[in-house]
């Protein structure tokens, strides 16, 4: 019942800009810590970026932080990842998530949400 369907994926080159969504159903993102994760070809998953849903704190790793910028429409139902300045390395499969009561000590890990998006690919090449 609860899904969370990601869009906006696709093929850009280096240095542009691409905006991912993540809307969700059965469940309102408001309530909930959202985010995004990643995993490129031979990785593991990579925690991306997060906002809480008590005060809206968001949290970047820092190979993505001062080009990707998250956001939330609660009246849309949806939260948004905007990439700029893409990198090759930024290639993967890239994961909505949201969990109810993020421990934000450890946000970064993937087993602390409860919901997964099945994923949108991103590939950036030249």
């Known amino acids: 019942q609860v899904q969370l369907v990601e869009s906006g994926g696709g093929l850009v080159q280096p240095g542009g800009s691409l905006r991912l969504s993540c809307t969700g159903s059965g469940l309102s993102l408001d309530n909930y810590a959202t985010g995004w994760f990643r995993r490129a070809p031979g990785k593991e998953h990579e925690a991306v970026s997060v906002?809480?849903?008590?005060?809206?704190?968001?949290y970047y790793a820092d190979s993505v932080r001062g080009r990707f910028t998250i956001s939330r429409d609660n009246a849309k139902n949806t939260v948004y990842l905007e990439m700029s300045s893409l990198k090759p390395e930024d290639t993967a499969v890239y994961h909505c998530?949201?969990?109810?009561?993020?421990?934000?000590?450890?946000?970064?890990?993937?087993?602390?949400?409860?919901?997964w998006g099945q994923g949108t690919q991103v590939t950036v090449s030249a």
């Open positions: 998530v949201a969990e109810s009561a993020l421990r934000l000590g450890v946000w970064m890990s993937p087993f602390e949400y409860d919901y």
């Open positions: 906002i809480t849903s008590s005060d809206g704190t968001t």
